[in-house]
């Protein structure tokens, strides 16, 4: 931690980034320790591939957040928030990569470890937790601001404080939040924003979607391309809309097969990238499974990406139910 706040207090030029499609955690991260070293004086950048969700807009300095950037160059360090591999940052990961210097600060178990320095913690309860310990750390002032960010990135890793990863820290740390002027009811409020109708209607497909193994024990569900033109609605929250088919009595895991915007156009008319979103109820550790596909997360929270036909991928996950 010490080496960390050395390198930053010699470093010039800052990008902050986290994963691809941001969480409350990953956007809490980069933008309190954007407000925290942007107050010790420091030349930061934030950087993020996907846009801020708009339920996350509530936050401030969300608006700083950029989604382009010309060159990758200027930086002489580049601090990676939330992510288990330096992959997860999205397509830019490889001019990121060639940032003199990289700091890897995560609390994911399947962190790969990469970068010059690292803090990965995976008893804390969100990365922001581990950014609160750096500025406290530092020294340096909590603010009204910074104290948003860490709350709602710990209020939402923690799924409002009754996931598994919900640890003393998470109470003590928020409770000192809202002694700063955050108020639970705001934050709540705007996380939990109501559905807008072709929400509904998506809702109402990836319901549809919904198969459960034989045995009970896992459940699927869909969301493609199709359904999103279909109603006119953006992927945003993935989680939101598993927890549906993770919700259901019995099922120990739950999948969501998400088609991703076709990026590369070398595929085949059939085969399509997805992104597998896995939960469960704790019995089973899914960051296992999503790591031998290449992926990662929690033991509760993991996730992998695959290129392959949907009925394929349903029948390979369905399958995996046998184990459990
Ligand atoms: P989600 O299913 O919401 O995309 O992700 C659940 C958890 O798994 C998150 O903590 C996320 O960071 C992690 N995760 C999701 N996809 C991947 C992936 O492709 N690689 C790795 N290493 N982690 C992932
Ligand atoms: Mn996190």
Redesign the pocket.
Known sequence: MHQIIDHLNNSHHILLTS?V?P?GD?LGAMISMGLALTSSGKHVTIYNEDEVPKTFRFLPSADTILQHLDSFDAFDTAVVL????L??VGGKASEIGRIPVIINIDH?I???GFGKYKIVDPSACATSEIVYRLIKQAGITLNRAMAFSIYTGIMT?TGSFRYSNTNREAFAICEEMVGLGVDPNFVASHVSVAYSLSRIKLLNMVLESIEVSDNGKLSIMALTQEMLNKTGSKPED??RL?NYARQIEDVKVAA?IFESRNRCTDLPESKHQF?????SDGSVDV?GI??SY?????KS?????VVSSLSEIKAKILNMADSF
């Not at 992104?275 to 939960?279: F, G, K, Q, T």
């Not at 290449?294 to 929690?298: K, L, N, R």
């Open positions: 994963h499609r969480d990953a939330d992510c288990g591999g992959e997860r994911h399947t962190n790969t890793d993935l989680g598993i969501l992104h597998i979103s896995l939960r960051a999503a790591a290449g992926g990662g997360g929690h929270a993991a996730g992998f990406n």
